[in-house]
């Protein structure tokens, strides 16, 4: 049940059907907010107002479309609210805010959200910024008056330190399972009390069929027990008669724990009368 509400969730999201004037994605070199703009724009299905701090020609999917890097705030705020039509639903698109300072980040934000309009603004983590004593960084402020965050990974990296190394160097290549149409999402839900919940989600973009993200734990990792069979000649493995003895062993620090535990640290040590104890040496005392 809960899985279910999670992806209502993030359809609501996505259709621009939730309260959520500003949503930030957080994107990287490994996985970039291309396919997931997509996604807002296929399943909102709103005029888009596309606000270019990189890309040099329109996408296909925007209605309008403004070159951000020669202009003032004041113009694109403008530009923004000359394009917005009463009553219906908008979504703005700005493809980076990496570009606006962190002490006019939060007032460039407010100045574009509009009634019936919905912000979708892209920072990139991956870039260096320049740290400011005693100021928070941009990326610090957006997620504070984001509704929304989005974070994208790629569902599985081989080796994620040997990736690191290649993006900093950029020496990636196109099959190191980066920027796929299917990657992991982690979304921050903020609600109106301030309460935040977070979700996590796969997403395949070509299909457009959403899943919910589960990790792995360590004990449920089942062992193998035909590998281990033909490693040795001895045998390695367990038999379930072997597991279940194996659970009920007893340890003195869990009999600490429960009846020795008002003593403190004290050593858990019963005697017994067949131990070889004398009482005239010291250092005999188990106590």
């Known amino acids: 049940m809960a899985s279910q509400l999670a992806l209502v969730l993030l359809n609501r999201h996505l259709g621009l059907r939730e309260n959520s004037p500003f949503c930030l994605i957080l994107d990287s070199l490994r996985q970039t907010s291309h396919y997931l703009i997509e996604e807002f724009v296929h399943c909102s299905a709103a005029p888009v107002i596309y606000l270019s701090f990189e890309a040099l020609s329109q996408p296909s999917y925007a209605s309008s479309f403004l070159d951000c890097s020669q202009v003032s705030p004041l113009q694109i705020q403008k530009f923004v609210q000359a394009n917005v039509?009463?009553?219906q639903k908008l979504l703005v698109i700005v493809d980076s805010l990496n570009y606006i300072e962190a002490d006019q980040a939060a007032s460039f934000v407010s100045s574009i959200v509009l009634l019936q309009?919905?912000?979708?603004?892209?920072?990139?983590?991956?870039?260096?910024?320049?740290?400011?004593?005693?100021?928070?960084s941009t990326q610090a402020l957006l997620s504070y008056i984001?509704?929304?965050?989005?974070?994208?990974?790629?569902v599985k990296i081989e080796d994620e330190e040997e990736v690191d190394n290649?993006?900093?160097?950029?020496?990636?290549s196109v099959n190191e399972n980066l920027n796929q149409p299917t990657f992991k999402l982690t979304l921050t839900n903020r609600r109106?009390?301030?309460?935040?919940?977070?979700?996590?989600?796969?997403l395949d973009t070509t299909k457009h069929e959403y899943g919910i993200y589960k990790v792995q734990e360590d004990n449920e990792v089942e062992e193998?027990?035909?590998?281990?069979?033909?490693?040795?000649?001895?045998?390695l493995t367990t038999s379930s008669k072997q597991k279940?003895?194996?659970?009920?062993?007893?340890?003195?620090?869990?009999?600490?724990?429960?009846?020795?535990?008002?003593?403190?640290?004290?050593?858990?040590?019963?005697?017994?009368?067949?131990?070889?104890?004398?009482?005239?040496?010291?250092?005999?005392?188990?106590?």
């Open 85 to 87: 039509v009463n009553g």
């Open 117 to 136: 309009v919905t912000v979708v603004g892209v920072y990139h983590t991956g870039v260096p910024t320049v740290s400011r004593t005693g100021y928070p």
């Open 146 to 154: 984001a509704q929304a965050i989005y974070e994208l990974e790629p």
């Open 166 to 172: 290649k993006l900093q160097k950029f020496q990636f």
């Open 192 to 202: 109106k009390s301030g309460k935040s919940l977070t979700y996590n989600y796969i």
């Open 224 to 235: 193998d027990e035909e590998m281990l069979k033909s490693l040795t000649t001895f045998n």
């Open 244 to 287: 279940l003895a194996r659970e009920q062993v007893e340890l003195p620090f869990m009999e600490a724990q429960t009846e020795m535990g008002k003593y403190g640290g004290a050593i858990v040590y019963e005697f017994e009368k067949d131990d070889d104890y004398d009482e005239e040496d010291p250092y005999e005392d188990p106590f």
